[in-house]
């Protein structure tokens, strides 16, 4: 069975920049995570889809980030404009217990 | 609020002997503990959990943790390590209604094992 698919792997752009992410889930995980791995920290929450709603948003930036998962498989996690700030692990993880999440191996976004 | 402290940012430790890594959390309400081990380059791996019940939990690669609430800490402990556990190990919290899948991780812990 497949995992947790996410790309770009490693994404470097210039800052103000758009630049965007993409996971596919598990087949049949209805719930899907995107997850900000800062240097040095673990991960911390950005938003939480069932399905296709986004039913924990709260920690997303809404002024430069946005994300969706038309459809309730995959999903886009985007950021526009990017800040030097932004550099960053961007994780992807999906479940079908909320006990046992799944994590894709991570898109390493480097702004400049 | 829930948050989760590890003690040791880097634990170096010769190959072969035991390890012990060090949890502590704080909650208000009850919580699901869990410890993932993310290997260079990689995402996250669960390595066991603690859910209910038996306050020892084993999980793979042959690691376990203690749950003891009056401490409020989830110790992981492998008897004998080896080369290939070297990795970054984190434990996390989620609260056991409402918002859960929502892990809140600690920084880390860096396990190097040496030869």
């Known amino acids: 069975e497949a995992g947790v698919v996410q790309s770009p792997r490693y994404k470097i752009i210039e800052k103000k920049q758009p630049v965007a992410f993409w996971c596919n889930p598990i087949s049949g995980h209805n719930t899907l995570y995107w997850y900000l791995q800062n240097l040095g920290q673990g991960p911390e929450l950005l938003i939480r889809?069932?399905?296709?709603?986004?039913?924990?948003d709260s920690q997303l930036p809404k002024d430069r980030f946005s994300a969706e998962r038309l459809k309730g498989v995959d999903s886009t996690l985007k950021i526009q404009p990017a800040e030097l700030g932004d550099s960053a692990v961007y994780l992807c993880?999906?479940?079908?217990?909320?006990?046992?999440?799944?994590f894709g191996e991570g898109s390493r976004l480097t702004v400049l | 609020a829930q948050s989760v402290t590890q003690l040791d940012s880097q634990v170096p430790v010769f190959e072969e002997a035991p390890v012990e890594l060090r949890c502590n959390y704080s909650?208000?309400?009850?919580?699901?503990l869990f410890w993932y081990v993310q290997y260079p380059n990689q995402g996250l791996q669960l390595l066991l959990k603690y859910l209910s019940g038996s306050t020892l939990v084993k999980g793979i690669n042959g690691f376990e943790a203690e749950f003891n609430k009056s401490q409020t800490s989830f110790h992981l402990r492998k008897p004998s390590v080896h080369i290939s556990d070297t990795a970054e190990y984190f434990c996390a919290v989620s609260v056991t209604g409402g918002s859960q899948g929502n892990l809140i991780f600690g920084k880390g812990t860096k396990l190097s094992v040496k030869p």
């Open positions: 993880a999906s479940s079908l217990r909320p006990e046992e999440l799944f």
């Open positions: 909650s208000s309400v009850s919580v699901y």
């Open positions: 889809y069932e399905n296709e709603e986004a039913v924990d």
